[in-house]
């Protein structure tokens, strides 16, 4: 495996049109894999909601508990 800095000196080998598309092939990247752990989570809450692990609550509940955590990742 090669470290950052070679990764980082290899790219600046590359033209400036090169070094974009490479950018924009690594934000794509990124995106998708974010998506795939979204869907994931979202199938794991499904199916633990189904599974009776998660009880229905009140529409204030949920969104305080969602706010306090924003809170804390802020």
Avoid: C
Wanted: charged fraction near 30%; hydrophobic fraction near 40%.
């Amino acid at each position: 495996m090669i470290s950052l800095v070679q990764a980082l000196n290899t790219v600046e080998q590359l033209s400036l049109e090169q070094q974009e598309m490479l950018l924009e092939i690594l934000q794509n990247r990124l995106l998708d894999i974010r998506r795939q752990e979204i869907a994931r989570d979202a199938r794991e809450s499904i199916n633990a909601f189904h599974q009776g692990e998660f009880k229905p609550q009140p529409l204030e509940i949920i969104l305080r508990e969602l706010r306090e955590t924003l809170e804390r990742l802020s």
